[in-house]
């Protein structure tokens, strides 16, 4: 995967269009992410670079609830690869 601005922005908008809000904030989160399941938020360390933001997203994408019908099709796929690829290393 690339660490580029429009990876980030690919990632960004699976877990928008998952219903979650991503947000930017200061914080010492111990990942670099929290996540408000009751309200589906997201946060990230606003201090992260964009390599950094990638990977939390790439790690942290698996952990949500995710109806990939509410997914566009450039999404469905990125989504697809993130969980092929936890699962290959999984093994």
Do not use: H, W
């Not at 670099?32 to 992260?48: D, H, P, R, T, W």
């Amino acid at each position: 995967m690339k660490y580029t601005q429009s990876t980030l922005s690919k990632l960004e908008s699976i877990t928008e269009e998952a219903g979650y809000v991503l947000r930017y904030e200061r914080g010492t989160f111990q990942s670099g992410y929290c996540i408000l399941e009751a309200k589906k938020v997201v946060v990230l360390n606003k201090f992260l670079q964009t390599e950094g933001r990638i990977n939390t997203l790439v790690d942290l994408i698996p952990q949500l609830e995710v109806d990939t019908s509410l997914l566009s099709e450039e999404s469905k796929k990125l989504y697809g690869e993130i969980i092929a690829n936890l699962e290959t290393e999984g093994k």
